[in-house]
């Protein structure tokens, strides 16, 4: 991927923006992996994805299956520029050609997620507080969580979808009798995303086709705002109502300088945002513990990795007064410094509470 991204796609006069040229490979990279699944489960037929007798040729067979593949997931491609290959024709063969011979569905699911990951993190996200997962600690998070048949799993800041998948495949492993079929009706019913970030979306949706598809309901919208919901993310209803989740596990974005303002907060109705009668401006991080205790159900759980300074700073201790009514701490796994190594320096934890109320 990052060569197509360095050798390939950097090329393209159509496109020249980074966040742009990495949006119209994964939508490449989406349709490689449905054509991979259609190439399994009809061997066959010839597969869609790949090369023509030109490069005009090529670039018209892929848009014009890209545009159905458009139609199958609505709430992916939401607005009209990512319903479009914006790519030129020599672009698109030229990634065909490389791709074609590739068995994307065939990897591990754990190399694609944290190839997504890295590059998705790498490339775009540095500066926004949100930062890629190590693989060691999205595993022991999930285990941590102990999801259970009947949960219903929710990652509000999914990113490229750690969480979930490791969600799905713990599942599979807990039940190596179940059939993929049943994998993917569970997952389809069972496990939920939200990402501000359409880029991130697409990337969790590919990485859950590869794991079995629980895609349907990774969507992309805003979890904190939720006052731009019916205006912006009309899609997030009725799918994230307020005390539906049993489990949340989640990485949210965090730092001093990613937070909302006191309108913002008051707007959103975010109660952990409001001391002595009025709201304050606050970090996102600290937010989403807000969100989480109103999207869960009364005794449901929640794993979330947070800065350990949250905790032990005398500046939030208005924190502990807030949690002491809505949360039961159950857990406290340390995160070593060198996990986050070279994505963020500020030591972490990760947390697990029961919602008491």
Request: net charge neutral.
């Amino acid at each position: 991927m990052e060569y197509l991204l360095d050798r390939i796609v950097v090329s393209d006069s159509n496109v020249t923006r980074r966040d742009e040229q990495l949006d119209q490979l994964c939508n490449l990279l989406l349709l490689k992996l449905e054509s991979d699944k259609q190439a399994k489960s009809e061997p066959d037929s010839p597969m869609f994805f790949r090369p023509r007798a030109s490069a005009s040729m090529t670039a018209s067979a892929v848009r014009q299956r890209y545009n159905n593949f458009v139609a199958l997931y609505p709430e992916v491609f939401v607005t009209e520029q990512d319903r479009i290959l914006r790519f030129a024709d020599e672009t698109i063969a030229a990634c065909v050609d490389e791709l074609t011979h590739l068995r994307l569905i065939d990897l591990g699911v754990s190399t694609i997620s944290l190839a997504f990951q890295v590059l998705r993190s790498e490339a775009l996200k540095q500066g926004e507080g949100q930062y890629f997962t190590p693989q060691a600690v999205i595993e022991a998070g999930v285990r941590l969580m102990q999801i259970k048949f009947d949960d219903i799993v929710l990652d509000p800041a999914c990113g490229t979808g750690g969480f979930l998948v490791q969600a799905m495949l713990d599942f599979q492993n807990s039940r190596p009798s179940m059939s993929a079929l049943q994998l993917s009706q569970w997952a389809q019913t069972h496990l939920y995303g939200i990402d501000k970030d359409a880029i991130a979306v697409k990337l969790t949706k590919a990485v859950m086709q590869i794991a079995g598809d629980g895609s349907a309901h990774c969507v992309r919208g805003d979890s904190i705002r939720t006052y731009n919901w019916d205006t912006d993310f009309p899609h997030l209803r009725p799918n994230f109502n307020d005390g539906r989740f049993s489990v949340i596990v989640t990485n949210p974005p965090f730092g001093k300088n990613l937070r909302l303002t006191a309108n913002e907060c008051r707007l959103a109705g975010l109660e952990i945002a409001k001391r002595d009668g009025s709201y304050k401006g606050l970090e996102i991080g600290l937010l989403f513990l807000d969100r989480a205790h109103r999207l869960l159900k009364v005794g449901g759980r929640l794993g979330i990795v947070l800065p350990e300074t949250y905790f032990f700073s005398p500046t939030y201790s208005f924190l502990f007064d807030w949690l002491r009514s809505r949360f039961r701490p159950t857990v406290v796994a340390n995160i070593p410094m060198e996990a986050f190594q070279g994505f963020c320096r500020a030591k972490t934890n990760f947390y697990v509470f029961e919602k008491v109320g």
